[in-house]
């Protein structure tokens, strides 16, 4: 005879099932939506979407009503890429390695976040919800940008404010954009730039020029 502790995880099983399977829809439709958008169909439909998911266009209704729960979804996995790209700047580094280590990191995130961004930008006026993670994302710079150069930040006093701005401007993927899309930069040569830009900017705030040093780092570029 079953004890009402086996006949509660009988009922459950179907329930945990359709749970599990759903939550792998989800998914699936995240994923091909990110996959379309890095191949350049910056307006994905749902029928495409669905293609690719390998599930019913039905599907892609049914677990997003609306379009700000996909935008919603396509963040949070486009934030868990970029999380496993940021490693701490060690602030007890040379400015001039500091500076070297922490754009050849932002270089790297923000080729990662081109195909996303680009049809964030497309859609941003109409949803609160991409104006949020796009708020998220510039906040996400600045504490990286104020936790790498602290030691020069700290003895800055008021003008540590315009100083981080700046920095933050030159670690944006706007200006990353601007090289590799608009300027056509290569990659290497997009970074050697934001380098120097940040050694230029950071340089001139603590009164020593460290683009030689930065230069000589890079190889000489």
Known sequence: MSSTTD?????????????ARA??????????????????????????????AGVS???VFQHFDDLESLYATVGERVATQVAALIEPIDDGLDLPDRVVAFYAQRARINETLTP??????MYAPSSPTIV????????????????????ELAGLGERSTV??????????????NNLRNLTHRPY???VTVLTHLGAAVVGDAVGR????QVANLMGGD
Do not use: C
């Open 57 to 59: 266009v039905r599907s």
């Open 209 to 212: 020029s460290i683009s030689d």
């Open 188 to 190: 290497d040569q997009a």
């Open 7 to 19: 006949l509660d995880e009988q009922a459950s099983e179907p329930l945990d099932g359709r749970t």
């Open 23 to 52: 939550m792998r829809t989800r998914e699936s439709i995240g994923e091909a939506t990110l996959a379309l958008l890095a191949e350049g169909d910056f307006r994905p439909t749902a029928p495409r979407i669905a293609e690719r």
């Open 163 to 176: 100083v981080l701005d700046a920095l933050v401007a030159t670690a944006s993927w706007g200006v990353w």
């Open 132 to 151: 949020n993670q796009l708020q998220a994302g510039h906040d996400v710079v600045a504490a990286q940008v104020a936790e790498a150069f602290a030691p």
């Open 116 to 121: 996303t961004l680009r049809a964030a930008l």
